[in-house]
């Protein structure tokens, strides 16, 4: 009995010495665990500036922050640091806002400007209307001065002056958005040939001070002499007039030819959102409020306000004559590469209705020697700048009488 219980009490003796021992791996194992996770920590924070060190590093080197920080600020909003170092970039607005009309000279720019000064006032956009008619070549430095003015216009900007089409990309200057309008080349040549000799009925004696050198031999020259004798003004290259203006600077682009022509077409297609022609203005304006809506919405309303319609009536070129149709026959032939243009333009905007979803009636064609009789010359015109003026939209093609 005795042996039994010293037996038992060896044996519960081991049995807590066991217990003491485990108890203590287990405080000394979690004594450790605190220290791995600090270890881990210290990682983590070396890491970190590691990374700091070596942005800044990267920063420093290439002038300015990594591209991702600066895009984080901008999406983030305003800050301190673009505050002291410059203005973010300019916002990126959800339409074209940058508009150029480099509008063609008789082709109802005037008409074109008064709606856009209205629209201006409606919908909060810029609008630069040149005050120079009479220069529309111009220097390589006169073109980067220009396309640096232009482009620092507060956006949503329209420019619009009668200018040469300026290739912006060339000087390595975003591109705006081209749009423009243009006429019968006849019908325009007509329009500035009495214009500039008699004026309109705004005041009959305004051409005397628009042309004051003008001799009088020159002034009431007839027309059909003009053409038949071949005059300076009436052949070219002042009847190569349309072209140049979508051709572009080159001095190649003055000069008749397949090759200005070409150009012209290849500008339209790539830089021009819109080419309308004067013979469908309403139809233009559909368009332009369709494309650019933030510039042209409600312009059709406003041209057919009986108060916008009252301007109309306002000029009207006085002593006009009708060329014969041998005058007319020669100076198409003189005209060919103008009506070429004419014809595409016609079409790629015929094109852009159907594509639209436009459905108007569409005049005739302008371009055969067939429809060349008679010069109906009598209506009022359009608005014009004072060096411009184009015969009422709806006799715009009244010279062609077709069989």
């Not at 309403?282 to 409020?289: A, G, I, K, R, S």
Request: net charge positive; aromatic share 12%.
């Amino acid at each position: 009995m005795k042996n039994f219980n010293s037996s038992a009490l060896h044996s519960h003796s081991q049995s807590t010495n066991h217990i003491r021992e485990r108890n203590s791996r287990k405080y000394s194992l979690l004594s450790v665990l605190p220290l791995r996770f600090s270890l881990r920590g210290y990682g983590v924070c070396m890491a970190t500036l590691f990374l700091f060190c070596f942005g800044s590093l990267f920063y420093q080197l290439n002038g300015g922050p990594p591209k991702i920080l600066l895009d984080i600020r901008q999406y983030l909003g305003g800050s301190t640091y673009l505050d002291d170092h410059g203005q973010p970039a300019p916002r990126v607005l959800p339409f074209p806002s940058q508009v150029i009309y480099n509008r063609v000279g008789k082709c109802g720019s005037r008409t074109v400007v008064i709606l856009l000064r209205l629209l201006a006032e409606k919908h909060q956009f810029n609008l630069v209307s040149s005050d120079i008619h009479n220069k529309t070549r111009l220097t390589k430095h006169e073109q980067v001065d220009l396309m640096k003015n232009i482009s620092s216009i507060p956006q949503p900007f329209l420019y619009t002056r009668h200018v040469h089409f300026l290739n912006f990309t060339r000087f390595k200057i975003e591109q705006p958005v081209y749009i423009n309008i243009i006429r019968d080349p006849i019908n325009r040549f007509l329009s500035n040939y009495f214009f500039r000799r008699f004026g309109d009925w705004r005041g009959e004696q305004n051409h005397l001070i628009r042309t004051p050198g003008m001799k009088d031999d020159e002034r009431y020259l007839d027309i059909n002499v003009c053409i038949l004798e071949n005059y300076p003004e009436c052949s070219n290259p002042r009847v190569f007039y349309i072209i140049p203006y979508f051709c572009g600077q080159h001095p190649q682009c003055r000069e008749p030819g397949v090759w200005a022509l070409e150009r012209a077409k290849q500008n339209v297609l790539e830089n021009y959102l819109l080419v309308g022609i004067l013979e469908e203005l309403e139809d233009v304006l559909l368009l332009l409020e369709r494309l650019l809506p933030h510039y042209f919405t409600g312009v059709l309303n406003i041209y057919k306000s009986p108060d916008y319609r009252k301007m109309g009536n306002m000029t009207g070129t006085v002593r006009k004559q009708t060329p014969t149709l041998e005058a007319l026959q020669v100076l198409y032939h003189r005209m060919r590469y103008e009506y070429e243009f004419y014809n595409f333009v016609r079409d790629q905007f015929h094109l852009t209705k159907k594509k639209i979803g436009l459905k108007s009636v569409s005049k005739p064609p302008a371009y055969s020697n067939d429809f060349l009789r008679q010069l109906a010359l009598r209506t009022p015109e359009p608005l014009d700048e004072d060096e411009e003026l184009e015969t009422d939209l709806e006799d715009a093609n009244s010279w062609l009488v077709h069989p």
